[in-house]
C-alpha cells in the first residue's frame, strides 16, 4: 500500500476508453453511455491527447438546434459532426507522479470532472476522476494511524513522547511536549497524511 504523498499513479484508472478527432457525434454519444463516464479524452494519430470532449460539448447541438443565436464557439459545437470539433483543446492533463493534492487542485481550478494522465510527450496512460481522488479516505484507520506513528512522530522532535489514535479518519494526537512552538508543526505534518479527515491535538506542555 502507497503511503503519502500518494499519486496520481497510485488511484488513476488504465483502462481508459478514448475516440480518435474524426470519431462521429453519435460514436461519441454512444460511449459515455456505454461507460458511463462523462467525458472521454481525444487523440491525434500518434495517440497523444489533443482534447477533451463532454457531455458538455455535445449539448449545444440539442440547445441550439431551432436558433442561432449563441456565442460562437456554441454554435461551432451545434455544427460539428466530430470528435476534433466538439473537443475542448489542449486538453487539461495531469502526470502521473502528480500528487492526489495537485490533481485536486487542477480539477477544482480548471472545473474539471476527469483528468486525463499522460507522460513526457503527452501519450495517454489513463484517466483520474473526482471520485477515485477520494479514495485515499478508503484507507483504514489502523493503517492511517501506523503511518502517522511511522513517518510522522518517529521523525519529529519529541516524538516519542506522543501517541496517536484514529477513529473513522479523524486523528487524535496525545502526549507530552516540552515546545509549544512544535503543535504547528506536528498538526500540518498530520495533516498532510493521505485519508486524515481531522486533527485534534490533545497536548500538555511543560
Do not use: C, N
Not at 503519502?4 to 488513476?12: E, Q, R
Not at 492533463?93 to 480539477?107: F, G, L, P
Not at 496512460?125 to 513517518?151: C, H, N, P, T, Y
Amino acid at each position: 500500500m502507497a503511503e503519502s504523498p500518494y499519486t496520481v499513479s497510485d488511484v488513476m484508472t488504465h483502462t481508459v476508453v478514448a475516440v480518435g478527432m474524426d470519431a462521429p457525434f453519435k460514436d461519441v454519444v454512444e460511449l459515455l453511455d456505454q461507460w458511463k463516464v462523462s467525458a472521454l479524452p481525444v487523440l491525434a494519430g500518434d495517440g497523444r491527447v489533443v482534447g477533451v470532449v463532454s457531455e458538455a460539448d455535445l449539448l449545444p447541438k440539442e440547445e441550439f438546434r431551432d436558433t442561432d443565436q449563441g456565442a460562437l464557439t456554441e454554435r461551432a459545437k451545434a455544427s460539428a459532426l466530430t470528435a476534433g470539433g466538439l473537443m475542448s483543446a489542449p486538453a487539461v492533463t495531469v502526470h502521473a507522479d502528480a500528487t492526489v493534492a495537485e490533481a485536486a487542485r487542477i480539477m477544482a481550478r480548471r472545473h474539471v470532472k476527469r483528468l486525463p494522465v499522460v507522460d513526457g510527450v503527452g501519450l495517454l496512460q489513463g484517466v483520474v476522476s473526482r471520485s477515485d481522488l477520494l479514495k485515499v479516505f478508503l484507507r483504514s484507520d489502523d493503517e492511517i494511524a501506523e503511518e502517522i506513528r511511522r513517518s510522522v512522530l518517529s521523525v519529529l522532535p519529541y516524538g516519542d513522547t506522543l501517541t496517536a489514535s484514529v477513529t473513522d479518519g479523524s486523528v487524535t494526537i496525545g502526549g507530552l511536549l516540552p515546545e509549544r512552538g512544535l503543535v504547528t508543526l506536528i498538526a500540518r505534518a498530520v495533516r498532510a497524511v493521505e485519508g486524515v479527515v481531522d486533527v485534534r491535538l490533545d497536548l500538555t506542555h511543560r
